[in-house]
């Protein structure tokens, strides 16, 4: 999994060792030297599982091939892309880089998966969205945008017969970004007129989906009077 070692994607490899994973590969920008990872992965092994962390950035091809061949891996059948780097702006201050500082992660490292995993026989391909894909966020744009292609990736591949499922999250109160960002936390708080997820009850409802694919979905609770 890309953004495996920390926040949401963390969660999800927890859950995952839960449910008898026998080995997770959590990739991440600084591997082993990303703090926590140690008390991570100790805690994924008490669980049962394997666990691999292997430093990778997912925009360069060759460090991603490099990972996905790394010794010692068992045959992947799953991939979840939860990578993601937030550069938060109102439209008029956003400029190249800022663009695609936050676009690069979601999009080619998304896309690069994608193509190197094709030939596999995969059991499942997993993209985290985000719910601002329908109902938009100020100063997101560039997040809205990279998610909104993750979307199209999975219309891509279920064309082309491919598994996959891209899960619209909407806002997560206890786990990931918006434990550090309460600003952003609360405008979507708002927009949606119901209180976050827990990491539990989304990690449940992953549980459905995954027994369920379908290429797009969004899991959010939300007052349907107060989305416009």
């Not at 920008?29 to 049962?48: F, I, M, S």
Request: glycine letters at 12%; a neutral charge.
């Amino acid at each position: 999994g890309t953004g495996g070692i920390s926040g949401f994607g963390l969660e999800t490899a927890r859950w995952l060792a839960a449910n008898g994973a026998g080995q997770l590969v959590l990739l991440g920008r600084r591997g082993a030297d990303t703090p926590g990872a140690e008390e991570a992965v100790t805690a994924l092994r008490e669980l049962g599982a394997q666990v691999v962390v292997i430093a990778c950035d997912v925009t360069d091809r060759d460090s991603l091939s490099t990972a996905l061949n790394h010794k010692g891996l068992l045959p992947i059948k799953g991939v979840f892309h939860a990578a993601m780097v937030i550069d938060d702006a109102l439209i008029s201050n956003l400029d190249v880089e800022r663009m695609r500082r936050v676009l690069a992660p979601k999009v080619k490292g998304a896309w690069l998966l994608h193509e190197l995993t094709r030939e596999l026989k995969l059991d499942y391909f997993m993209l985290y969205s985000s719910i601002t894909t329908y109902i938009g966020n100020p100063g997101q744009a560039n997040y809205v945008a990279g998610n909104a292609w993750l979307e199209g990736l999975a219309v891509l591949r279920r064309a082309q017969g491919l598994p996959v499922t891209c899960i619209g999250w909407g806002p997560i109160g206890d786990a990931g970004y918006l434990t550090r960002n309460q600003a952003v936390k609360g405008s979507l708080t708002s927009r949606l007129g119901a209180e976050p997820l827990s990491a539990a009850g989304a990690l449940h409802m992953l549980g459905r989906a995954l027994a369920v694919p379908q290429p797009n979905l969004a899991i959010a609770d939300l007052d349907r009077k107060s989305v416009v």
